[in-house]
T-cell receptor
């Protein structure tokens, strides 16, 4: 069965530092991968997605992610974080069931930014 | 703002009661998805509707049901509520039903349900 693992439940970085959030997936076919961000009290906002082609994907707010099939990973990166990046980040894989798509989410990584 | 709206924002009710959550998809989107977010289960897919018809079911309890109306808004009905049903319920919408797997789902702000 398809699954997503985000190994880090909570990460703290200093403002201006670089960031990498890990995501590993398990899916038998070609994965469709997504990163969403959830700010406190807010819904899920799409940061970026990977369907095919260039394995380095650019998203909003300066985020990027790299798809590595050999490692079954889709890690999210940002070169310099801002205090407003504090939020919970979810990696998801889109799988087809009953001829339709559903998203399977990881448990999320909570990001705290130190001033 | 994703363009997906959900009402109400908060709902507090008692065990055994029934509630209805409402979702309006983005303009032009035909698919509506419902997800439940709880501390112990994380984000779980419940059910999907496309253009008024049920397309896929996930971990949805028999006490829960949903429908999508001709104007494409959707309602999630939760009955015989238990304490464990307390969660954040999200609605998402997309243009298609994801037949190719490349559909992008846009999420609403959620409805926080508290069962006392």
């Amino acid at each position: 069965a398809q699954s997503v693992t985000q190994p880090d439940i909570h990460i703290t970085v200093s403002e201006g530092a670089s960031l990498e959030l890990r995501c590993n997936y398990s899916y038998g076919a070609t994965p469709y991968l997504f990163w969403y961000v959830q700010s406190p009290g807010q819904g899920l906002q799409l940061l970026l997605k990977y369907f095919s082609g260039d394995t380095l994907v650019q998203g909003i707010k300066g985020f990027e992610a790299e798809f590595k099939r050999s490692q079954s990973s889709f890690n999210l990166r940002k070169p310099s974080v801002h205090w407003s990046d504090a939020a919970e980040y979810f990696c998801a894989v889109g799988s087809i069931i009953q001829g339709a798509q559903k998203l399977v989410f990881g448990q999320g990584t909570r990001l705290t930014i130190n001033p | 703002d994703s363009g997906v709206t959900q009402t109400p924002k908060h709902l507090i009710t008692a065990t055994g009661q029934r509630v209805t959550l409402r979702c309006s998809p983005r303009s032009g989107d035909l698919s509506v998805y419902w997800y439940q977010q709880s501390l112990d289960q994380g984000l779980q897919f419940l059910i999907q509707y496309y253009n008024g018809e049920e397309r896929a079911k996930g971990n949805i309890l028999e006490r829960f049901s949903a429908q999508q109306f001709p104007d494409l808004h959707s309602e999630l009905n939760l009955s015989s509520l238990e304490l464990g049903d307390s969660a954040l319920y999200f609605c998402a919408s997309s243009v298609d039903f994801g037949r190719a797997g490349t559909d992008t789902q846009y999420f609403g702000p959620g409805t926080r349900l508290t069962v006392l």
